[in-house]
């Protein structure tokens, strides 16, 4: 009769490492999946893997065998050869090459990090057809550690914690069944039939333990931490612990080369940075971002121009003025502008033309970068002329516009996956029976005007879901706020980026109008066929005084109940591994009669465990003679030697009965035995 294929597995003792690798591997390819977005590509990569790590596992079968010469010819060395052209062909795609263009995901091409996940992704998929050994199968690991900690940055889901614990107890079978495997007599062959499942299954639970320990210890440990850090946190450590802290925050008010959502505003410094003749609350625009990875928007890259000043000192931005060629609903402004502090300019909208007056260098270049905001860094006392052009298309204009089609703005349409779960459904709701554009986005603003609070105190919690957690609290800063706007448009077809840089500042004595660091904002910027970038400013109301908690609380309770029951089944769980555990080790002790007999196999077995801790054990398939005849060949000289021949001529008596036993000879073996084992302690440890 044919032995079925699930029982010639038991004569595979790589099973468990083959697998373990395989969990850990597919742990973070779907993270990097996941984070970029493109869901059929990341199916298409894990199936790929899955895969490979069954061809690699049949082939590494016949290693021993007459055909292992024949695939290696064949087979192993035409599909290396294949898998590495493939590989060129997938970085001539990273680089854009027509002809391979397509085998990178369009959604990765908007970020550095995304093209790096999305390499290492396709050269895991190829890689794991080649795993014909367990060195080659470990370096899984590291592939999978890199990419953990590139994509983990980039996307603050939970799901990343659960992606580690799959990924780490992946690796704990994996090393677990490879130390298994050479150090014990199963390295040739391991368990068959029916006790296949119960040892693949033990060494499951054995990592699973590893895991759930280890993940209780560090809670008992962060625990343990936050109590008495605030004892330390003195001298130089509260100076780092600042410092940290100032490093780590980049919101809305840093204008860095990214943004951060929902770090909170806090108390921003009232310091002066220009002043300007123009009486109306102007948004004074410093930086744009259009892509956003969950929690953090960064520009799309681009390439900068540069204009120098004519004989007035005049420079004119024709990249601008081009762009206002085509659009309606614009009004033009002459603004002069008396600088206050060195700072990069700030500017209303698009700006047509700056010059310098006072205090600038002559003649004076400026740089435009792609989205039309000039970058040049004043010094204090500098004066400026700005020629701008305001975009106030009135709402009738912007109710005819008609809607965006959706392949020219795709990059202004995204959603990160994470956030598409809560944004998608809360879009389809407020834009319900709205027909056109502009009415929904107007249907978005009055939303987030009457449920929404401004509170620049409020910090997301780390580890969570920004948008989420605000559209559930509705409640947070400028930053937290223009993020739902754009999300919200995007979901409903309108492109949308962020703008940030100053509101509108306040009127001074003197009649001019002045803005101060304070005055630092963020806000959505909708397109509009024929009118450009919009900006979309919602007037959020400040919490009433004495008002406390933000106005979802029963939202919050319902997650941390949810958060308790989930606590509570992984307890639940630990308790009955841990009563597994426990009844197969008290199943599988070693049990002696209350007989003089029964005291001398307790004091044999005791020496011979320690002898087992010195690689002297005896093995399975020796009889007591062989044992003893073993270790007379090897370690007559030894001091334990004498001791222990002696215990095992008494452990030969009582196990078959040669002659009548009493409590003397129970005395004399453990005597025997505790001469061994002092002596086998004394002696030096044998290398392996």
Same mark, same amino acid.
């Given at each position: 009769m044919p032995q079925r294929w699930w029982s010639q597995l038991g004569s595979r003792p790589e099973l468990p490492t083959y697998v373990g690798g395989w969990l850990a591997t597919l742990a973070?390819?779907?993270?990097?999946?996941?984070?970029?977005?493109?869901?059929?590509?990341n199916l298409l990569v894990e199936l790929l893997t899955t895969f490979g790590f069954g061809v690699s596992f049949w082939l590494r079968g016949f290693q021993e065998t007459a055909a292992a010469e024949t695939l290696r010819r064949t087979v192993v060395l035409p599909g290396g050869i294949l898998r590495g052209a493939f590989f060129v062909a997938v970085l001539l795609g990273v680089f854009n090459v027509p002809l391979v263009r397509g085998l990178i995901p369009d959604l990765a091409r908007g970020s550095e990090e995304w093209l790096i996940g999305t390499t290492f992704q396709w050269a895991m998929a190829l890689y794991s057809f080649g795993l014909l050994n367990d060195s080659l199968v470990a370096f899984s690991a590291v592939l999978g550690l890199s990419m953990l900690g590139l994509m983990g940055s980039d996307n603050p889901n939970p799901e990343v914690g659960l992606c580690f614990l799959a990924f780490l107890l992946g690796n704990v079978l994996m090393l677990s069944n490879m130390t298994l495997a050479t150090?014990?007599?199963? /390295?040739?062959? !391991?368990?068959?039939? %029916?006790?296949?499942?119960?040892?693949?299954g033990d060494q499951l639970i054995v990592a699973g333990l590893t895991v759930a320990f280890t993940a209780f210890g560090a809670i008992l440990l962060a625990a343990l931490l936050s109590r008495i850090s605030p004892r330390w946190n003195v001298g130089s450590f509260e100076k780092l612990s600042k410092l940290g802290q100032q490093i780590s925050r980049s919101g809305y008010a840093s204008f860095s080369d990214q943004m951060q959502i929902g770090v909170g505003g806090g108390d921003l410094s009232q310091v002066m940075v220009f002043d300007t003749d123009c009486q109306e609350p102007l948004l004074w625009r410093r930086r744009v971002y259009d892509d956003f990875n969950g929690g953090v928007w960064t520009p799309a890259p681009g390439t900068t121009s540069v204009e120098v000043a004519d004989a007035q000192?005049?420079? /004119?931005?024709? !990249?601008?003025?081009? %762009?206002?060629?085509?659009?309606?609903?614009?009004?033009?402004?002459?603004?002069?502008?008396?600088?206050?502090?060195?700072?990069?300019i700030a500017v209303p909208a698009l700006a047509l033309a700056v010059t310098g007056v006072r205090g600038t260098a002559r003649p004076l270049q400026v740089a435009l970068d792609r989205y039309g905001n000039p970058l040049l860094r004043t010094?204090?006392?500098?004066?400026?002329?700005?020629?701008?052009?305001?975009?106030?298309?009135?709402?009738?204009?912007?109710?005819a516009a008609p809607a965006a089609v959706a392949d020219d703005w795709r990059n202004y349409l995204t959603i990160p996956l994470m956030t598409r779960d809560v944004v998608l459904p809360l879009a389809e709701r407020i834009g319900a029976g709205q027909t056109t554009p502009y009415a929904r986005a107007a249907a978005i603003v009055d939303w987030l005007e009457r449920e929404c609070v401004y509170d620049a105190t409020v910090r997301v919690p780390e580890g969570t879901e920004a948008v989420g957690w605000y559209l559930n609290q509705r409640r947070g800063a400028c930053d937290l706020i223009a993020?739902?706007?754009?999300?919200?448009?995007?979901?409903?077809?309108?492109?949308?980026?962020?703008?940030?840089?100053?509101?509108?500042?306040?009127?001074?004595?003197?009649?001019?109008?002045?803005?101060?660091?304070?005055?630092?904002?963020?806000?959505a910027e909708l397109y509009f066929e024929g009118f450009g970038w919009v900006p979309f400013n919602p007037a959020v109301p400040a919490p009433l005084a004495g008002a406390g908690g933000g106005p979802r609380h029963a939202a919050e309770t319902t997650r941390a109940r949810r958060r308790n029951y989930l606590l509570l089944g992984c307890l639940v769980l630990g308790a009955w591994l841990l009563q597994y555990v426990w009844r197969v080790w008290w199943r599988a002790r070693p049990r002696f009669v209350a007989a003089p007999s029964g005291g001398i196999e307790r004091a044999w077995y005791r020496a011979q465990r320690a002898l087992a801790r010195r690689r002297r054990g005896?093995?399975?398939?020796?009889?007591?003679?062989?044992?003893?005849?073993r270790l007379r060949d090897d370690d007559s000289a030894a001091a334990?030697?004498?001791?222990?021949?002696?215990?095992?001529?008494?452990?030969?008596?009582?196990?078959?009965?040669?002659?009548?036993?009493?409590?003397?000879?129970?005395?004399?073996?453990v005597a025997w035995s505790t001469a061994t084992i002092a002596a086998v302690r004394r002696e030096r440890r044998p290398r392996r």
């Open positions: 973070w390819l779907h993270l990097v999946g996941n984070t970029i977005g493109d869901v059929r590509f150090h014990s007599s199963r /390295r040739r062959r !391991g368990p068959t039939g %029916r006790a296949l499942a119960r040892w693949f000192n005049r420079v /004119r931005l024709s !990249g601008n003025v081009q %762009r206002t060629n085509t659009l309606q609903g614009l009004r033009r402004r002459r603004l002069h502008v008396r600088c206050n502090s060195e700072a990069d010094s204090p006392q500098a004066e400026l002329v700005y020629e701008v052009a305001l975009p106030e298309p009135s709402p009738d204009e912007l109710a993020t739902a706007l754009a999300l919200l448009a995007r979901a409903n077809g309108i492109p949308a980026r962020i703008a940030v840089g100053y509101s509108g500042g306040e009127p001074s004595a003197t009649g001019r109008r002045q803005i101060r660091l304070a005055d630092a904002h963020a806000w005896r093995r399975s398939s020796e009889t007591l003679a062989e044992y003893l005849a334990w030697w004498e001791p222990f021949e002696q215990l095992c001529q008494l452990f030969e008596a009582a196990r078959y009965g040669w002659r009548t036993l009493g409590p003397d000879d129970v005395q004399q073996a």
